[in-house]
């Protein structure tokens, strides 16, 4: 029975502060032979760390000759999935620059390939086998390719992803990020596939399950994000509801919250490149609670102390919980001006019945509660949801009480979804998935044609009003132009978080601007902006609109 080399990654600590820290530890090498390494894939063995597990060579054929293996230094990586995912692969970019290496947009380009992955939905999990299966026949011929997997649904087939692609080099969880150049590195020169995952949540204590989903450096790319003034910062990791339909709990691990001090330096560096808007990450972020230096620290305590960092405009947050809609948080948004009064807060379904087999933790009684908390604090605020179609034992008449939903609370938007048996999740072995496909099209179809209408109805409500608008840069369809003229059509959010579109000076772009609305779509504002000039020999400012 043959041996594998074992890598343990360096551990993550509890502070004695109450928050989740790291620390640093040396790499300490083991052997597993492959039966134990088995045990461990599936969760049978404890362990106080992460693990790098490498498997088999690759052939000599596979390996190539030892002068092809130099690579060209370029990077191609695709990201599917939420913003984690995004900032993520950020952080990874980030490292690698440091290693030399420069983002191509063509994978044909790259001699290394990553793709940071999502197990949400399935359909997320097939677009990235069938990418991976176009690169097959192309590494034949770059023996010195190093292709990897990474994110959740690494964390969730794990060697399985090495079955389905045996081309791929590395499979990386979503707590070995920082990993990834060394791993990389060694792919390449020795040729071995290696493994690196976190703990499964019955694998060990909390404590351990924690430390194997390792913090991260916190490297920014300013390429990676959605705009140069744009930036994510995560304040948590993991999440402990355990709905029944959702695999985040295992491919995330345990809810930790960052050390207030480590966030607020975060931001502070962001605002230093040049950063105007943060959006503040977790997967139940108004969850946030965190001591140190013996304080509590809760969102609205972020909130208030990001508010002073100089050069800073607005700042959001995204997901919420029903449940940890406190009202301290919604006084904050009120009473600080550069939050965003826009809370992304998934009521998910509008059955009592369905909302319990998902186990969400609350009743619609309880979502409406909170929605009207939102809005006695937060009058003209905006509010988004989450909705999943087609949930086991879902009936007509449950999906009407969906629809009823949507036309009470008037969302601004709904991200709306076919429900997606997802394996290791509770749903799958307590449910039958048993709502036909087309039925589950014809819901998810009849949602999202009534959010549509009411999102333009509300956005009408706009038209003739003046709104204040942090501009980003020029749209996606000035962007196709490449129109190099001196104005061009830009975009930008308002307060509430509507898109608004507008003709402007690029130079605009990072500032706030005022803009008067003449149209809307269901998903966006068009406007023109609003310039002041002084008339000669006068003081007073005119409003002139161009």
């Given amino acids: 029975m043959s041996t594998l080399p074992i890598i343990t990654l360096p551990t993550q600590a509890l502070s004695n502060d109450g928050c989740e820290g790291t620390s640093t530890g040396s790499l300490e090498v083991a052997t597993l032979n492959s039966d134990d390494l088995a045990a461990a894939a599936s969760g049978d063995s404890a362990s106080d760390a992460a693990k790098t597990q490498a498997s088999t060579e690759l052939s000599p054929d596979e390996q190539g000759a030892p002068g092809q293996r130099d690579h060209n230094g370029k990077l191609y990586i695709e990201t599917v999935g939420c913003q984690m995912n995004m900032l993520d692969s950020e952080l990874v970019v980030a490292a690698l620059r440091r290693e030399g290496y420069e983002l191509t947009s063509q994978p044909d380009d790259a001699d290394t390939i990553l793709f940071n992955t999502c197990s949400v939905r399935e359909h997320a999990e097939h677009k990235i086998y069938s990418a991976l299966g176009r690169l097959k026949h192309a590494r034949k011929q770059r023996p010195q390719q190093v292709i990897g997997v990474m994110g959740c649904m690494a964390q969730k087939d794990q060697s399985l992803i090495f079955d389905r692609a045996p081309h791929v080099d590395i499979v990386v969880g979503t707590g070995q990020m920082a990993e990834i150049p060394g791993l990389i590195k060694n792919a390449r020169k020795d040729r071995e596939r290696a493994l690196a995952v976190s703990l499964d949540r019955k694998a060990g204590t909390r404590r351990e399950v924690s430390a194997s989903f390792q913090s991260y450096d916190p490297l920014?790319?300013?390429?990676?994000?959605?705009?140069?003034?744009?930036?994510?910062?995560?304040?948590?990791?993991?999440?402990?509801?355990?709905?029944?339909?959702?695999?985040?709990?295992?491919?995330?691990?345990?809810?930790?919250?960052?050390?207030?001090?480590?966030?607020?330096?975060?931001?502070?560096?962001?605002?230093?490149?040049?950063?105007?808007?943060?959006?503040?990450?977790?997967?139940?972020?108004?969850?946030?609670?965190?001591?140190?230096?013996?304080?509590?620290?809760?969102?609205?305590?972020?909130?208030?102390?990001?508010?002073?960092?100089?050069?800073?405009?607005?700042?959001?947050?995204?997901?919420?919980?029903?449940?940890?809609?406190?009202?301290?948080?919604?006084?904050?948004?009120?009473?600080?001006?550069?939050?965003?009064?826009?809370?992304?807060?998934?009521?998910?379904?509008?059955?009592?019945?369905?909302?319990?087999?998902?186990?969400?933790?609350?009743?619609?009684?309880?979502?409406?509660?909170?929605?009207?908390?939102?809005?006695?604090?937060?009058?003209?605020?905006?509010?988004?949801?989450?909705?999943?179609?087609?949930?086991?034992?879902?009936?007509?008449?449950?999906?009407?009480?969906?629809?009823?939903?949507?036309?009470?609370?008037?969302?601004?938007?709904?991200?709306?979804?076919?429900?997606?048996?997802?394996?290791?999740?509770?749903?799958?072995?307590?449910?039958?998935?048993?709502?036909?496909?087309?039925?589950?099209?014809?819901?998810?179809?009849?949602?999202?044609?009534?959010?549509?209408?009411?999102?333009?109805?509300?956005?009408?409500?706009?038209?003739?009003?003046?709104?204040?608008?942090?501009?980003?840069g020029p749209s996606k369809n000035a962007i196709k132009k490449a129109d190099s003229s001196l104005k061009e059509q830009l975009t930008g959010r308002t307060r509430c978080d509507r898109i608004v579109v507008f003709d402007g000076n690029p130079r605009l772009a990072g500032s706030l601007a005022q803009v008067v609305v003449h149209d809307v779509t269901p998903t966006t504002l068009v406007g023109s902006i609003l310039t002041r000039e002084v008339q000669h020999g006068s003081s007073s400012l005119l409003p002139i609109l161009v």
């Avoid at 490149?273 to 139940?284: A, F």
């Avoid at 972020?302 to 050069?311: I, S, V």
């Fill in 220 to 472: 920014r790319e300013p390429e990676m994000r959605p705009s140069p003034y744009q930036a994510f910062v995560r304040i948590m990791f993991g999440c402990d509801k355990f709905c029944t339909y959702c695999v985040v709990p295992m491919t995330r691990g345990p809810e930790q919250s960052r050390l207030p001090s480590e966030i607020l330096a975060e931001v502070a560096h962001l605002a230093g490149q040049g950063v105007k808007e943060v959006t503040l990450l977790g997967q139940t972020v108004n969850s946030y609670k965190c001591v140190e230096n013996g304080k509590t620290w809760r969102l609205s305590d972020l909130l208030a102390a990001m508010h002073e960092t100089p050069g800073m405009l607005r700042f959001k947050f995204v997901t919420s919980y029903p449940r940890d809609m406190t009202d301290d948080l919604l006084i904050a948004l009120r009473d600080l001006p550069k939050c965003s009064h826009y809370i992304h807060v998934p009521l998910q379904h509008g059955c009592d019945d369905v909302l319990s087999r998902m186990k969400r933790g609350y009743t619609t009684a309880h979502y409406r509660e909170m929605h009207q908390r939102i809005k006695e604090y937060l009058p003209h605020s905006a509010v988004s949801s989450d909705f999943i179609v087609g949930f086991c034992g879902e009936t007509e008449e449950s999906h009407q009480k969906s629809l009823e939903a949507i036309r009470e609370y008037r969302f601004k938007n709904s991200f709306i979804f076919k429900y997606s048996e997802r394996p290791g999740t509770k749903a799958q072995s307590l449910f039958r998935d048993d709502i036909p496909d087309d039925v589950k099209k014809r819901r998810n179809q009849e949602l999202l044609e009534l959010q549509n209408e009411i999102s333009e109805e509300d956005n009408a409500a706009f038209i003739g009003r003046e709104v204040e608008v942090l501009v980003e």
